[in-house]
Nanobody
């Protein structure tokens, strides 16, 4: 199973960016898809997650109301739409897939089975 995150880049504060995560090697219908981020010198932080069916979504407090997670199971792809970006959003963003994350807790990296390589998002103020 491979996860390929893309869409990162350099943006000005206040602008938007959409990340994508393409999963290959396995269908994602039964997996929670999550996004995490890690800034230099900081721990990996939960950003957002969505249940396999798409019925349930979860967000970290720092991104609520600004970021939106979505998924297209037919395309084996998850997305993270990021609006109103600010300098504190600068980090490497990782996508992850977790079979039991919904039960064990979507906010914890340890509950995800597969990880992408990360994509850098830099927000200039």
């Amino acid at each position: 199973v491979q996860l390929q995150a893309s869409g990162g880049g350099l943006v000005q504060a206040g602008n938007s960016l959409e990340l994508s995560c393409l999963v290959s090697g396995r269908t994602i219908n039964n997996y929670v898809m999550g996004w995490f981020r890690q800034a230099p010198g900081k721990e990996r932080e939960f950003v957002a997650a969505m249940s396999g069916s798409g019925d349930s979504t979860y967000y970290g407090d720092s991104v609520k109301g600004r970021f939106t997670i979505s998924r297209d199971n037919a395309k084996s792809t998850a997305y993270l739409q990021m609006n109103s970006l600010n300098a504190e959003d600068t980090a490497v963003y990782y996508c992850a897939a977790g079979f039991s994350a919904l039960v064990l807790g979507t906010k914890y990296p340890r509950n995800y089975d597969y990880w992408g390589q990360g994509t850098q998002v830099t927000v200039s103020s």
